[in-house]
């Protein structure tokens, strides 16, 4: 019999879940945001690329508390050095964002249910002219996709109204310096 692996901040969701799969009750209920989980598309899709760092973001759960939860209901002593994984989505405005210069506005609620939702955000910004913005309206932080975005080289600026998060994306400018 084989040892299950550590539960970490960078565990992916959907690997948690398959390894301990009696964890799944105990994550969802830690943020209303977890019950999406249920969902088999997200099951499929971003909980594959999801780490748990990204599930606290989301879930507005200090990584520390998230991890060491799970950890302690498979039996693995907590671990007291996971602070420094947390990420910071939200920030103060940048230079480069203009609300006039938001060419699309894309909501998770009129997405198809059945795709990935980072596949047409990543369509919508390939299209991006220099200077323009999309904005992503989510009910829940979208910190796998912004993720995958940076990764990409594109700018995002996140924005939390109360109701709903705004992302908002751009390519970074091409200027070169050069005259």
Known sequence: MSERPEITPQTRVAALLRDYPETEELLIGMSPAFV?????VLRRSVARVATLAHAAAVGQLPVDEL???LRAAVGQAPRSDLDDDQVD?????????????VVAVLRDNELDPDVMPINPV?????????????ELVTSHLPAPGIDILRRKAYQTWTTDDGDLIHTFITKPSTESGLD
């Not at 999406?36 to 088999?40: A, C, D, G, S, V």
């Not at 989505?89 to 210069?101: E, H, K």
């Not at 990543?122 to 999309?134: C, K, Q, S, W």
């Open 36 to 40: 999406k989980l249920r969902n088999p």
């Open 67 to 69: 991890v060491n939860n």
């Open 89 to 101: 989505y939200f920030g103060t405005q940048p230079p480069w964002f203009d609300a006039g210069a």
């Open 122 to 134: 990543l369509r919508a910004a390939r299209d991006l002219d220099e200077g323009e913005i999309i």
